[in-house]
């Protein structure tokens, strides 16, 4: 059965999560469009370990940010279903947040859907607090994204601005941003982010599109069942997701946290 979604992934230098994210949301959607901006790590090889009919991969060079605008709008253009699922490859569903989200594009007439995240800090147990980089949107606070646009609704949908702000408009030059609160859902069940955590097996030293956010602090501890993909069999290539922060993160997390909560509070 048609589930009327097209995922949206531009990625570049994300070998760490890439084969992840893709499986997280594989078997709710039509196709998943796939445009790779010019990696140097695993990337392409793990996107290719995937074997789906669903996948359509393709790979440019994009050596400027408008360029990432660009490939946005090409995979808008291109894309015949309802409902458009943006996913990097850094974010990975669980299957309660996956269902949760197609759920809401059957029911009502949203013109878009909002994603609860977490911001991982050292490992895929721990949590940045969401008072910090809080986001204030459509009557909500705290790590959210807007994650899907019923492109039936928001009639000739563009992307505008250079990466990594860029946004999405309708035909009339609303910002998707600017939407009413009753016109999104937003969901209870969150995804996991995986921004802060080492996203290459190249390390910090990649072009300025990977944009490296490595960040050590304590977080909080996540309660419940981590995503169901982490726990599969995977490639060789596919690091392990389930390995724990070690003693040299937690001791330096203990040392510096302090130190950044008393910055953020000045």
Request: overall charge positive; charged content about 25%.
């Amino acid at each position: 059965m048609s589930s009327g979604i097209t995922v949206h992934m531009v990625i570049k230098n994300e070998d760490q999560w890439i084969w992840f994210a893709i499986n997280s949301i594989l078997p709710y959607v039509d196709s998943v469009l796939i445009t790779d901006t010019g990696s140097t790590d695993n990337t392409v090889r793990i996107v290719r370990e995937v074997k789906s009919d669903k996948i359509i991969f393709n790979e440019i060079n994009v050596t400027t940010r408008d360029g990432i605008a660009l490939v946005r709008q090409a995979q808008i253009d291109s894309t015949r279903t309802k409902w458009i699922w943006i996913v990097d490859g850094d974010e990975i569903y669980g299957t309660s947040t996956a269902k949760e989200i197609v759920e809401a594009t059957k029911k009502g007439n949203y013109s878009a859907i909002v994603v609860r995240r977490y911001d991982l800090l050292g490992d895929i147990y721990h949590r940045q607090i969401e008072s910090v980089g809080s986001y204030n949107m459509f009557g909500q606070s705290g790590h959210l994204l807007i994650r899907l646009l019923n492109k039936e609704v928001l009639k000739g949908l563009a992307v505008k601005g250079q990466y990594p702000l860029e946004s999405y408009f309708d035909g009339s030059g609303r910002c998707v941003n600017d939407l009413a609160k009753k016109d999104v859902y937003i969901t209870q069940n969150y995804l996991y982010h995986a921004m802060y955590l080492k996203r290459s097996s190249e390390g910090s030293n990649l072009p300025m599109f990977n944009r490296s956010k490595y960040k050590i602090e304590t977080g909080i501890g996540i309660d419940g069942v981590i995503p169901e993909v982490f726990s599969l069999p995977r490639p060789p290539l596919v690091p392990d997701p389930l390995v724990r922060r070690n003693l040299g993160y937690e001791l330096i997390a203990q040392v510096v946290t302090p130190i950044k909560n008393i910055k953020r509070s000045l």
